[in-house]
């Protein structure tokens, strides 16, 4: 059964904006995928550029549509052979001479063994035995019509070979077609040579389209757009030629003369070449390609073939997006399809889309000095989903079950709300019960009284406890080299967007420390690219803490560690690091004493020891006995729920 259409209405390709069918981009994944790229040391703009080339779940990147480029490149090469014309043209010939010798055969005439003998004598290369019987007297008329489709193949290939489907509109050429290509030909030498005087050639070329329009099926506006297919077709022409032997071009020029059995079109096809190559040297006219195939190719087709390779070749260099300014808008889709076809189109339109998206929805912007950053819209989105992946993982680990709110048993604020989908905080039951008496006192239903959610209000409640949290991470060289740079990194992101979404009035710093320890926000550590440098300065990280700790004295202190190596490194009074390995005794010393500072601001410390160095294992295990803490030895990939695990168990205890 087929659905009327109604009366009125058309149906038609979507051309208004992006296709509302079309499946829309994750900019979930994509931006996962970038904030990985960038945590694990890329700039933004090289994760950007990783992300287009690398594709997603359901779009081809950039190499894959390169990848298909070069081997449909090949397949080109490999596949065809230049010599198609010059083999039309020998089967032609020797098709006219057996006609030809068959018809002298029975004739015991002198006259023809005349003919035999000049048939006989005829040159070996196929272009002078051609120019040798322009004006032999066929005796065959199947001779005599193999010979004309010998002049007709060539005229056809030599404008095929410069203009876009003239090939297939000669079929059937008359004396009267060959008379309007000249003329054409003639106009148009004309056009251009007035054009490269510098003349107005507006009205010029008006007439010359009005008059021979149908030769230009890609319907050119202007001169110069004419001037421009014209040249690339030729240019690709030349390429062809130059990818012959010089036998076969010598071939090729002396049959050109041939062509039609018009000299003259040989002539005005070298004029309006050479106006070209004046006119565009830009183009490649001394290119040449490598065909080693075994399917013969004409001119026309050969010329269509070297389009082929340079659309090709430019559309590489469009995807590789390696020059100043590239934008995936440069890709010329109408090319991609034709070579790659739709489907190839598709994914490109969604790489473009999804860069187009990355930047309008704030996810990526501007620093002051002209970078691409993460903004704080995207930081936020990737603490979402490290704190997720992190509960998720310390869930699987000891089978508790994530709080879907913080603060629910905390101090009553004094103030209720209408209850919310998610909401754990307790019922106002006086003000919950009032709204039901009031909804239903007109109802008339004899004092009995029914709840509805609508009536639920919950009396909302605040924590008076608070925390001052310090998260100190090890950004010395082993963290890179030991594959924990980017774990680091999405525990300190994870541990960030708990505190900020969950415990707002928690006060979270964040210290790195190597050879010298600093304060950093989150968008620079997520930035920070590994460096090589000797020294790992938790003495100097340790000070950094202290000082938050009592910047909050009427916060509980909470002290995370996470570091690789035992110190290395400390600060001097004068503010200069000082490094040895093995750690010197005045390292450890200034170490532990700043550990035991930190203890009498009543800090919890928890070390989270990545690694298995036996003096590392000694050196923590000192430090937690000293503190009252505790040291921990999650592995890389459950660093993150380790860290959060044992934030939130120090906040419960609060």
Same mark, same amino acid.
């Given at each position: 059964?087929?659905?009327?259409?109604?009366?009125?209405?058309?149906?038609?390709?979507?051309?208004?904006?992006?296709?509302?069918?079309?499946?829309?981009?994750?900019?979930?994944?994509?931006?996962?995928?970038?904030?990985?790229?960038?945590?694990?040391?890329?700039s933004?703009r090289s994760?950007l550029?990783?992300?287009?080339?690398?594709?997603?779940?359901?779009?081809?990147?950039?190499?894959?549509l390169?990848?298909r480029?070069?081997?449909?490149?090949?397949?080109?090469?490999?596949?065809?052979?230049?010599?198609?014309?010059?083999?039309d043209?020998?089967?032609?010939?020797?098709?006219?001479?057996?006609?030809?010798?068959?018809?002298?055969?029975?004739?015991?005439?002198?006259?023809?063994r005349?003919?035999? &003998?000049? $048939?006989?004598?005829?040159?070996? #290369?196929?272009?002078?035995?051609?120019?040798? +019987? =322009? %004006?032999? !007297?066929? @005796?065959?008329?199947?001779?005599?019509?193999?010979?004309?489709?010998?002049?007709?193949?060539?005229?056809?290939?030599?404008?095929?070979?410069?203009?876009?489907?003239?090939?297939?509109?000669?079929?059937?050429?008359?004396?009267?077609?060959?008379?309007?290509?000249?003329?054409?030909?003639?106009?148009?030498?004309?056009?251009?040579?007035?054009?490269?005087?510098?003349?107005d050639?507006?009205?010029?070329?008006?007439?010359?389209?009005?008059?021979?329009?149908?030769?230009?099926?890609?319907?050119?506006?202007?001169?110069?757009?004419?001037?421009?297919?014209?040249?690339?077709?030729?240019?690709?022409?030349?390429?062809?030629?130059?990818s012959?032997?010089?036998?076969?071009?010598?071939?090729? &020029?002396? $049959?050109s003369?041939?062509?039609? #059995?018009?000299?003259?079109?040989?002539?005005? +096809? =070298? %004029?309006? !070449?050479? @106006?070209?190559?004046?006119?565009r040297?830009?183009?490649?006219?001394?290119?040449?390609?490598r065909?080693?195939?075994?399917d013969?190719?004409?001119?026309?087709?050969?010329?269509?073939?070297?389009?082929?390779?340079?659309?090709?070749?430019?559309?590489?260099?469009?995807?590789?997006?390696?020059?100043?300014?590239?934008?995936?808008?440069?890709?010329?889709?109408?090319?991609?399809?034709?070579?790659?076809?739709?489907?190839?189109?598709?994914?490109?339109?969604?790489?473009?889309?999804?860069?187009?998206?990355?930047?309008?929805?704030?996810?990526?912007?501007?620093?002051?000095?002209?970078?691409?950053?993460?903004?704080?819209?995207?930081l936020?989105q990737?603490?979402?989903?490290?704190?997720?992946?992190? $509960?998720?993982?310390a869930?699987?680990?000891?089978?508790?079950?994530?709080?879907?709110? =913080?603060?629910?048993?905390?101090?009553?604020?004094?103030?209720?709300?209408?209850?919310?989908?998610?909401?754990?905080?307790?019922?106002?039951?006086?003000?919950?019960?009032?709204?039901?008496?009031?909804?239903?006192?007109?109802?008339g239903?004899?004092?009995?009284?029914?709840?509805?959610?609508?009536d639920?209000e919950?009396?909302?409640?605040?924590?008076?406890?608070?925390?001052a949290?310090?998260?100190?991470?090890?950004?010395?060289?082993?963290?890179?080299?030991?594959?924990?740079?980017?774990?680091?990194?999405?525990?300190?992101?994870?541990?960030?967007?708990?505190?900020?979404?969950?415990?707002?009035?928690?006060?979270l710093?964040?210290?790195?420390?190597?050879?010298?320890?600093?304060?950093?926000?989150?968008?620079?550590?997520?930035?920070?690219?590994?460096?090589?440098?000797?020294?790992?300065?938790?003495?100097h990280?340790?000070?950094?803490?202290?000082?938050?700790?009592?910047?909050?004295?009427?916060?509980?202190?909470?002290?995370?560690?996470?570091?690789?190596g035992?110190?290395?490194?400390?600060?001097?009074?004068?503010?200069?690091?000082?490094?040895?390995?093995?750690?010197r005794?005045?390292?450890?010393r200034?170490?532990?004493?700043?550990?035991?500072?930190?203890?009498?601001?009543?800090?919890?410390?928890?070390?989270?020891?990545?690694?298995?160095?036996?003096?590392?294992?000694?050196?923590?295990?000192?430090?937690?006995?000293?503190?009252?803490?505790?040291?921990?030895?999650?592995?890389?990939?459950?660093?993150?729920?380790?860290?959060?695990?044992?934030?939130?168990?120090?906040?419960?205890?609060?």
């Amino acid at each position: 059964m087929t659905a009327a259409i109604p009366e009125g209405w058309s149906y038609g390709p979507w051309h208004e904006g992006p296709d509302p069918l079309a499946a829309p981009v994750d900019l979930r994944d994509a931006l996962d995928e970038l904030g990985r790229d960038v945590m694990a040391g890329s700039s933004p703009r090289s994760a950007l550029e990783e992300l287009l080339r690398r594709g997603t779940r359901n779009t081809q990147g950039l190499d894959d549509l390169t990848r298909r480029l070069w081997e449909r490149r090949r397949e080109i090469q490999r596949r065809h052979n230049l010599d198609g014309t010059l083999r039309d043209v020998q089967r032609l010939l020797n098709e006219a001479l057996d006609a030809e010798r068959r018809e002298l055969f029975p004739d015991p005439s002198d006259d023809a063994r005349f003919r035999e &003998a000049q $048939l006989d004598a005829l040159p070996a #290369g196929t272009a002078a035995a051609v120019r040798e +019987l =322009a %004006n032999y !007297d066929w @005796q065959s008329s199947e001779a005599r019509e193999k010979y004309e489709q010998i002049k007709e193949t060539l005229g056809r290939e030599l404008l095929g070979s410069r203009f876009e489907g003239m090939k297939e509109a000669l079929q059937n050429t008359t004396p009267e077609d060959i008379e309007r290509i000249n003329e054409m030909l003639s106009d148009l030498n004309a056009l251009l040579a007035a054009h490269a005087q510098g003349r107005d050639t507006d009205e010029l070329f008006s007439e010359f389209m009005a008059k021979h329009g149908e030769f230009f099926p890609e319907n050119p506006r202007t001169v110069d757009e004419l001037i421009d297919v014209l040249a690339a077709r030729a240019a690709a022409a030349q390429r062809m030629l130059n990818s012959m032997t010089p036998e076969q071009r010598a071939e090729l &020029a002396e $049959l050109s003369q041939q062509a039609f #059995g018009n000299p003259q079109l040989s002539q005005q +096809l =070298a %004029n309006l !070449d050479a @106006q070209l190559q004046a006119l565009r040297p830009g183009e490649d006219w001394s290119g040449s390609e490598r065909m080693s195939g075994d399917d013969p190719l004409g001119l026309a087709e050969g010329a269509r073939a070297m389009s082929d390779l340079a659309e090709l070749d430019a559309l590489a260099e469009q995807l590789s997006q390696s020059y100043p300014g590239a934008r995936l808008e440069d890709i010329d889709l109408d090319a991609l399809t034709r070579q790659l076809g739709d489907e190839a189109t598709v994914d490109a339109k969604r790489l473009s889309e999804l860069e187009r998206q990355l930047r309008d929805q704030g996810l990526l912007e501007r620093a002051p000095d002209g970078t691409l950053q993460l903004s704080p819209k995207a930081l936020r989105q990737l603490g979402q989903t490290a704190l997720a992946d992190v $509960l998720r993982t310390a869930r699987g680990q000891s089978g508790e079950r994530d709080a879907a709110s =913080a603060g629910a048993a905390g101090e009553l604020s004094g103030s209720t709300r209408a209850w919310q989908f998610g909401d754990t905080q307790p019922w106002d039951v006086p003000r919950t019960v009032r709204n039901a008496v009031l909804r239903t006192a007109g109802a008339g239903r004899g004092g009995s009284v029914k709840l509805d959610v609508s009536d639920v209000e919950i009396a909302e409640t605040e924590h008076r406890a608070r925390a001052a949290v310090a998260l100190l991470v090890d950004t010395s060289w082993s963290m890179v080299q030991e594959g924990r740079w980017l774990p680091m990194k999405r525990t300190a992101l994870a541990l960030h967007q708990l505190i900020s979404t969950r415990y707002r009035n928690d006060a979270l710093q964040l210290i790195t420390f190597g050879r010298y320890a600093g304060v950093v926000e989150l968008p620079q550590l997520i930035g920070l690219e590994g460096t090589w440098e000797q020294g790992t300065n938790a003495h100097h990280a340790l000070l950094l803490a202290g000082r938050h700790l009592r910047r909050h004295p009427d916060a509980q202190p909470v002290v995370l560690m996470v570091t690789d190596g035992e110190p290395t490194a400390h600060l001097e009074p004068d503010g200069t690091a000082e490094f040895d390995y093995p750690p010197r005794p005045a390292t450890l010393r200034k170490t532990v004493a700043e550990v035991d500072r930190l203890a009498k601001l009543g800090a919890s410390l928890t070390v989270f020891r990545l690694g298995d160095d036996p003096r590392l294992n000694a050196f923590v295990d000192l430090l937690a006995r000293r503190s009252g803490g505790r040291v921990l030895a999650p592995d890389a990939d459950g660093l993150g729920a380790a860290v959060v695990g044992d934030y939130l168990r120090t906040r419960r205890r609060l």
